[in-house]
């Protein structure tokens, strides 16, 4: 089945890690296809990947004909497709937590720190890496916040996110935690956070979807 599918991905990006994340979970090695954010202008705007993804963005998941792009909308995908092992709990609350986590980090934090959000804000006004480093500060800084408070008072928090087990949360967590370090912030600030970090990082889906670990890392 591996053989399959397709994943149009870059290192670098935390989309694409959490696609990577939830393939390796589901036991899946596609055809891994690299789109470079940034050679020759950003090879996501060519004609080709345009074709494939309007919204010229990653990553894109081909399988069955059909191409998937939004990185949960590609989790959920696989989870229907692959049920074993769940990448949601069984539970009508359960899974409403583990969305609303993964949201938090999907819709709240990484729109606004995203590679084009940067570009424009260099193009448009003028502002340098650090200021951008800043802006990413900022966004993650909040959602952090709020997270650690979510997790940290929970019951319902275990080794991982939600439970004992790997959810879509987690998924969305780990490569937003890996993006706060590429800007030099301290995780320790956010102890819950960062248990589950280290938790997620010893188990080998989340180790072999790391961004150094990745063919095209540079």
């Given at each position: 089945?591996?053989?399959?599918?397709?994943?149009?991905?870059?290192?670098?990006?935390?989309?694409?890690?959490?696609?990577?994340?939830?393939?390796?979970?589901?036991?899946?090695?596609?055809?891994?296809?690299?789109?470079?954010?940034?050679?020759?202008?950003g090879?996501?705007?060519?004609?080709?990947?345009?074709?494939l993804?309007?919204q010229?963005?990653?990553?894109?998941?081909?399988?069955?004909?059909?191409?998937?792009?939004?990185?949960?909308?590609?989790?959920?995908?696989?989870?229907?497709?692959?049920?074993?092992?769940?990448?949601?709990?069984?539970?009508?609350?359960?899974?409403?937590r583990?969305?609303?986590?993964?949201?938090?980090?999907?819709?709240?934090?990484?729109?606004?720190?995203?590679?084009?959000?940067?570009?424009?804000?260099?193009?448009?006004?003028?502002?340098?890496?650090?200021?951008?480093?800043?802006?990413?500060?900022?966004?993650?800084?909040?959602?952090?916040?709020?997270?650690?408070?979510?997790?940290?008072?929970?019951?319902?928090?275990?080794?991982?996110?939600?439970?004992?087990?790997p959810?879509?949360?987690?998924?969305?967590?780990?490569?937003?935690?890996?993006?706060?370090?590429?800007?030099?912030?301290?995780?320790?600030?956010?102890?819950?956070?960062?248990?589950?970090?280290?938790?997620?990082?010893?188990?080998?889906?989340?180790?072999?979807?790391?961004?150094?670990?990745?063919?095209?890392?540079?």
């Amino acid at each position: 089945m591996s053989s399959e599918f397709a994943l149009y991905g870059y290192f670098r990006s935390s989309a694409a890690f959490r696609a990577r994340i939830a393939l390796n979970l589901k036991g899946i090695k596609p055809e891994l296809r690299f789109v470079h954010l940034l050679r020759n202008g950003g090879e996501q705007h060519a004609p080709d990947y345009k074709a494939l993804n309007p919204q010229e963005l990653i990553p894109a998941l081909v399988h069955g004909g059909h191409t998937i792009t939004q990185s949960l909308a590609i989790i959920e995908y696989l989870n229907e497709i692959v049920p074993e092992p769940p990448l949601l709990p069984p539970d009508a609350y359960g899974r409403a937590r583990c969305r609303e986590l993964a949201y938090v980090v999907a819709c709240d934090i990484h729109p606004v720190n995203n590679l084009r959000i940067g570009q424009y804000m260099k193009r448009a006004f003028g502002k340098t890496d650090e200021d951008v480093f800043d802006w990413h500060r900022h966004w993650i800084r909040l959602g952090f916040d709020a997270l650690e408070k979510m997790l940290a008072s929970s019951l319902h928090t275990g080794k991982f996110c939600h439970g004992d087990l790997p959810t879509i949360a987690d998924i969305c967590l780990i490569p937003q935690v890996a993006n706060a370090r590429r800007v030099q912030l301290e995780i320790a600030a956010w102890p819950a956070i960062a248990r589950i970090e280290a938790h997620a990082l010893a188990h080998p889906a989340f180790a072999a979807a790391l961004p150094k670990n990745q063919p095209d890392a540079e």
